[in-house]
């Protein structure tokens, strides 16, 4: 199976700067990955598809981008609401696969 | 609005099954496959499988293939998950998650998840 690795855990960033989180394919995967965002007690929400599309209703401080094997999402000008756990997950190769999150905590 | 409505919180006891179900509205079922992911407590996201509720026809991750089941009743809109001979690192929160069978399988919406405990 294709192995999604977050390259940090956790990822401590001030808020209004800047994010940039990373997401590795151990095969490759060419721009089938997306990109969700999870709060406490809540089930994720799809942030970005397509390594690059962002989903209706997401801002403009979100982008992602990479093909192949790796990825990157970046949030500008991080806000309160921002500081969260976000998952990859890769759909080219079957079964599907998440990586193991990154922690966006607040500085 | 689109929907999923997950079934409640469940405490089952080692080798007993549990079905959780998952109620679709504000869309057409047919359009979507259903999938369902499983959280366990402070850990990442795990795929279990897919079902197309308009054919029916399931799809599991090889790790749940002899202990899960995917079905689904159309007249209601409900999809279900049963997964049998629960151990205790069956222990997790369970989500249903769609995605357009046009498209390729990322997950634009998903239900709120339920809580699957499995103890002695």
């Known amino acids: 199976e294709t192995v999604m690795t977050q390259s940090s855990a956790t990822l401590s960033v001030s808020p209004g700067e800047r994010a940039t989180l990373s997401c590795r394919a151990s095969?490759?995967?060419?721009?089938?990955l997306a990109w969700y965002q999870q709060k406490p007690g809540q089930a994720p929400r799809l942030l970005i598809y397509?390594?690059?599309t962002r989903a209706t209703g997401i801002p403009a401080r979100f982008s992602g981008s990479g093909s192949g094997t790796d990825f990157t999402l970046t949030i500008t000008s991080l806000q309160s609401e921002d500081f969260a756990v976000y998952y990859c997950?890769?759909?080219?190769?079957?079964?599907?696969?998440f990586g193991q999150g990154t922690r966006l905590e607040i500085k | 609005q689109v929907l999923l409505v997950q079934s409640g919180a469940e405490v089952k006891k080692p080798g007993a099954s549990v079905k959780v179900s998952c109620k679709a509205s504000?869309?057409?079922?047919?359009?979507?496959?259903i999938h369902w992911v499983r959280q366990a407590p402070g850990q990442g996201l795990e795929w279990v499988g897919r079902?197309?509720?308009?054919?029916?026809?399931?799809d599991y991750a090889q790790k749940f293939q002899d202990r899960v089941t995917m079905t689904r009743d159309r007249s209601i809109s409900t999809a279900y998950m049963e997964l049998s001979s629960l151990r205790s690192d069956d222990t997790a929160v369970y989500y249903c998650?769609?995605?357009?069978?046009?498209?390729?399988?990322?997950?634009?919406?998903w239900g709120q998840g339920t809580l699957v405990t499995v103890s002695s």
């Open positions: 997950q890769q759909y080219n190769n079957w079964p599907l696969t």
């Open positions: 504000g869309y057409i079922l047919s359009d979507y496959y």
């Open positions: 095969q490759y995967v060419t721009s089938d």
């Open positions: 998650a769609r995605h357009l069978v046009a498209q390729k399988e990322y997950f634009d919406y």
């Open positions: 397509g390594a690059s």
């Open positions: 079902i197309n509720p308009d054919s029916g026809r399931t």
